[in-house]
C-alpha cells in the first residue's frame, strides 16, 4: 500500500492510518511513536507521540503530538455525542498548545480550503461559524462580556483561485498582529471511507498546505511564524484510486490471487487516468457532514480559548 | 459486469454504455437495435434506436431514440466547441420530437435534482440559465419579441428534502397548463470518468427518476402525462463500486487472475460498506463542469424552441 | 397614508399594520374587527378577528384570524426568547385550525419567494429546516418514530423565474396527495423597518401570492384548494417609498409645514422612478435575520405537527 | 445636503456626486478641480482630475483621477454595451498607472466586501472572475500563453466577520511577493439610485475601506503600500436617509414648503432610527446587477493587463 501511496504522490493526513501502514500487518511498536487510547461512551481519543527524528521519519510527518478522536455517531447531529466531543477538543486544545494562553492574547484562526467545493469547504465554515471578538476591542469593548479574549480569523483561499501561496497571506498578518496562536482548520484526505465525517485530528506540529514533509518552504508552522500552530481536520474525501487499490487487495485476499502493486498501480491508473490523481470518492451526505463537522469544531475550539463564556452566549458572537 | 451493476442495483443512465454493456466485448449487432454515428470536427454523435420489445428487453430501457453527443472538450469552456455542441443539440431537439410545435405552444421544463448538492445541481442550474417566458405572455406581452412561445419551468427538488415524488408534481402542473411538451434534464451516472462533463444524452423516451425501467408508476413518460417527454441528461458521477469493479478487472487482465464478479463484489462491499451505495466518484473541477454544463443545454434547448431569436437575445430573458 | 398605498400599489401584509391604518391617529374600534392582546415576558401576541364581510372590507382581507408575535429580541438569537416564540407559535397553530389534525394525516408545507434573493428566501428556508417525513412512510416506515406524521414540502419559486403562478403548482400537488392542511410561509413587506425580523404573522384565512385581496383566482385558500391553509410570515423589507413618505410626514409634523399626499407621491416618485416600486430597504444584516427566523418558524411548526416528539429528535429529521 | 451627510457619517464614494455636492445648484468651477466628459455612442466617460491640496479639500478626497464610466443600460446585460464599457475600462486603465507595466510584472487583485451579502459582494466576485495567473509560473508554465504576465488575488473578507482590518492582510502580502501594482474593487454607495448598477468609478488614489479621508492609518494608498494602487467601484446601495432626506427636499420644492437640514434629519432619524445608519435601499434586480457587474470589471482589468491575449482566453483563465 506504501506504493500506492508514493507512487500516486498521495497525502496521508491522518497519523493513526500513518501508524497504520507504517505496521503494516503487525502489531509492532514503532520505534520513537508512543500511543495512548482512551475511550468514552461514545468517542475513542487516540493520542500518537512523535518523540525523536527516527519516529519522524517512520510516520512521514514531523515530532509532536496527534489527537484522534473518532466516533461514528460524529457524522450525523446526534446531540449527545456532539457535546461529548465538543468536551474532549476544549480539553485536548489544552493539553496540545500545553502552556495556558494569557487573558488578553490574541489568536489567529486559519480556514484553509475552497468554499466553492463542498468537500474543501470545512476551513472557510469554521471561520464563519466561529466568534470573531477582536475587532470589538478596537470599535465596541463595550461589546465585549469579561473573558472574551481578541480572536480573528481568515479563510485565504485556495493557490488554484488566488495565486497565493497560504503561506504568503498569513505570515504578513501573523507579523502585523502577533498572534500567540495560530489555529489552522483543513479537510482531510483519509485511507478509508468510514472516516469521512467521523473522525478529527488535532495536533500540535503545524501543517503543510497539500503536501507532504518535504515542501518545508510553505509550511505553517512555528519554526517558520514564530508561534504555535494547532492543526485540526476532518477526513471528507478518499482518493478514487485508493479505493480501487482496496479491492483490488481485498479480491486477491478473496481469490487468492496473487497483489502485485505495481500491476495494481497501471490498472487503476488505466481506469482514472482522464482525470488524473484528481478524483474523489465522497457520500451523498457530504455537504450535511461538512456543516455539522465544521460547527462542532467552531465550538470545540471556541470553548477553549473562552473557558469562562457559555455556549449560548458563544453562538451569538459567532457572525 | 451486468452482474455488478444489478448486484449493487446501479443505473445504466447513457444508452450507449447500456449497448457496450449488452455487446460485452463482441462487436455484434443487438437485435432490434439501430446505431447511427456522425462524426463532426469537435463533437461525435450516436444516435441509437430501439425498435421493438426485443430491444428494450436487451438494453433494458424503453422502446424510442436516444442520442449521445460526445466531446472531450465540453467539459472545458471552448467557445467554438460550445457553439457545435449547441448546434447538434437544436438539431437533434427537433428530430426528437419529431412533429414541430405550433408557434403558441406552452413548453414545460423540468430540472430533477437537488440545487444543494453539486454534482445533483444540473437539473436546477438548468431552470435558472433557460429563458422564461409564459409570464411575460400574461403580464407584459409587450415585453416579448416576436417569436417567443410561452416556456416555463420547475426545479421540484428531490424525496428526501420535500417528500414528494417528482411525478407528484410535475403531473399537476402539466393537467393545469397543458403544456405541448415537456423536457426533463438531470443528472446522470456513467459507468466510466472519461464521461463526466463530456457527454449529453437526449432521447424522446421520457425519464424513471431515480430508478431502472421497473418503477413505471412514478415516470415521466408520455403515456402517463399524455405530451411528449424529452430526457436530457449529463453524467456527472460514477459509483465507487463501478471504479473499483474496473481496477479489479483491469488488475486480473494484467495479472492473468482469473476474475469472479460474486468475489469481486465482496471485495467491493466490504471496502465500500460504511456509505452503502451512496459513495460517488467525482473530478475537482464538478462545480466548473456542472456550471458550463448547464449553460450549453439551456441555450441548447432554447435555440430549438425561440428558433427566430439570437442568442444574445435569449441570454436577456434567462434570468 | 392609505393613498400612498393605494398609488404606488403597495401590499400591507400585517394585520396589525392595517389596523393602525384603517384606525389612523383615533384609537377606536373597527366595525367587525376584534383584538386581543396577551404580553408574556418577552413576547406580546396581538390576535385580530375580522368577523364580517363589514371588517373585512375595512381591512382589506379575508374573515378569519391573524396573530401577531411581536418579539424585537426575535432578530438577535437570544436562546430565550426562541424558545418563547416557539411555544407561543405551538399554541396558536394549534388555535389557528381549531379541529386537532388526526395522527395519520398528511401535511404539506409551502415554501414562497425566491431562494436566489436573499431578503425574498424566507420560504424556501423554511422548507429546508423543516422535518420531512412522508417519503419515510412509504421507503423506510422503520426509520420513523411514533407520532411522525406524513409531512412534506415544497419551495415552488417565484414566477418571474419559472413563469408558473404558485396555485398552479400547487394545486396539483394537493390533488394528487390529498394533505390535511397546508402551511405556506413567505416573507412579507411591512411599513416599519423595526418590524423587520422582529414579527411573526400566522392566520387561518390562506394567502394571495404577491397581490392584495382582488386577485382571488390565485389565491392559496381554503375555497379553492379544499383544505384550510395556514399562512405564516416575517417581514423582511419595507418599500422605499413607504420609508419616504414617513420621512415627508415627520418632516411636516416637526417644522409645521403641510402635509399633501398627492404632493408627497410625486416627489417619491421623482427620487425613485428609475427602479419603479421595485426598491426595497433592508438592514445589512438581513442573511442573519432571515436564517434565524427561517430557524424559528420551522421549529414552531414542527413542535406543533410532532407534539409528541422532542425538539432533539426533530432537528434529526430536518434535511 | 451636505449636513445630511455629515451627520449621518455617510460617504460620498463617487467623485461626480462630490463634485455635484460641491457645485449645489450653482454650475460654477470648483479650484484645483480639473473635469472633462468625453461621450460616446452608448457610454459617457468624466474624468475628474483633483489637481492640489485646495482641491482635495472641497472635494473630501485625495489629489488624483477619478474616471467615472456611466451608462445606464450596463445593469442590464446588453452585450454592445458591454464590449464598450470593456474598452473603456481598459484604456483608462493605462491612462490611471500611467508607466506602463513591465511585462513580468506581478499585479495583486483584492476584492473587498463580504461574499454573504449580496450587494457588499462585488469585490469577491471579481477574484472569482478575474484570470488567475501567478501559480502557473511556478507551477505548470507551459499552461501559460505569451503575455501572460503573474496575476494573484484574495478577497479579504469584512472586519466583521474576520475580525481584521483589510490593510493588516494586504499590506503583509505586499510586502512579500513585491507585486508592482495593486488593483481594489469595492462596491460603493451612492447619493442617487439611478447609479446603482449603471456607473463604474475608477482611481488612482487607493482606498479608504469603509470610511472617510480621516482614517488615513488603514488607507490602502501608495503613501502606505510602496506601490500605486488602482480603485474601482460600482454603486450597489443608496443609503435609506439620502433617499428620504431626497424625498424631503423634493416635497419642499413641490408646496413652497421651507427645508430645514436639521429638522429633516431629526424626521429621518425618528422613521429610521431602529437599525441605526445600517439601513440600504436596492433594487430587486441587485443579484443580477451584481453578476453583470463583477464580470464586466474582470474583463475591463484583464484587457488592461494582458492587452495581447483574446478575450475567450481570458475566459478560460477565469477559475
Not at 509492532?28 to 507521540?49: A, D, H, L, N
Request: hydrophobic share 40%.
Amino acid at each position: 500500500m506504501h506504493n500506492i501511496i508514493k507512487l500516486f504522490n498521495l497525502d496521508v493526513d491522518l497519523a493513526v492510518e500513518a501508524r497504520d501502514l507504517v505496521r503494516g500487518t503487525a502489531d509492532r511498536e514503532i520505534p520513537g511513536v508512543v500511543e495512548q487510547v482512551e475511550k468514552m461512551e461514545k468517542i475513542k481519543i487516540t493520542t500518537i507521540t512523535i518523540k525523536d527524528q527516527q519516529g519522524a521519519h517512520m510516520m512521514g510527518r514531523p515530532i509532536g503530538s496527534y489527537v484522534t478522536i473518532e466516533s461514528p455517531p460524529l457524522k450525523i447531529n446526534d446531540p449527545y455525542v456532539k457535546d461529548e466531543i465538543i468536551d474532549a477538543m476544549e480539553k485536548n486544545m489544552n493539553f496540545l498548545f500545553n502552556s495556558r494562553l494569557k487573558t488578553d492574547d490574541t489568536v489567529l484562526l486559519v480556514g484553509l480550503g475552497n468554499w466553492r467545493a463542498t468537500a474543501d469547504s470545512l476551513g472557510p465554515k469554521f471561520i464563519e461559524y466561529s466568534p470573531i471578538t477582536r475587532h470589538y476591542h478596537h470599535y465596541a469593548p463595550e461589546a465585549l462580556v469579561e473573558g472574551m479574549r481578541p480572536v480573528c480569523g481568515i479563510a485565504p483561499g485556495v493557490l488554484g483561485i488566488t495565486g497565493l501561496e497560504t503561506f504568503e497571506v498569513v505570515e504578513g498578518i501573523v507579523n502585523k498582529i502577533k498572534p500567540a496562536l495560530l489555529i489552522v482548520v483543513d479537510a482531510l484526505a483519509a485511507q478509508n471511507v468510514e472516516r469521512i465525517g467521523t473522525t478529527i485530528q488535532m495536533s500540535n506540529t503545524g501543517i503543510q498546505p497539500g503536501a507532504g514533509i518535504g515542501n518545508a518552504r510553505k509550511a505553517l508552522v512555528e519554526e517558520k511564524l514564530g508561534i504555535p500552530v494547532i492543526a485540526i481536520g476532518c477526513p471528507t474525501i478518499v482518493n478514487a484510486s485508493v479505493i480501487a487499490n482496496q479491492a483490488i487487495q481485498k479480491f486477491c485476499l478473496n481469490t487468492g490471487a496473487i497483489y502485485d502493486d505495481l500491476k495494481a498501480i497501471d490498472s487503476i491508473k488505466n481506469v482514472l487516468s482522464y482525470f488524473g490523481g484528481s478524483l474523489a470518492v465522497t457520500p451523498k451526505e457530504i455537504d450535511e457532514i461538512i456543516e455539522n463537522s465544521a460547527r462542532i469544531i467552531s465550538m470545540g475550539v471556541a470553548k477553549s480559548l473562552f473557558p469562562s463564556i457559555s455556549q449560548e452566549q458563544l453562538e451569538l458572537y459567532a457572525t
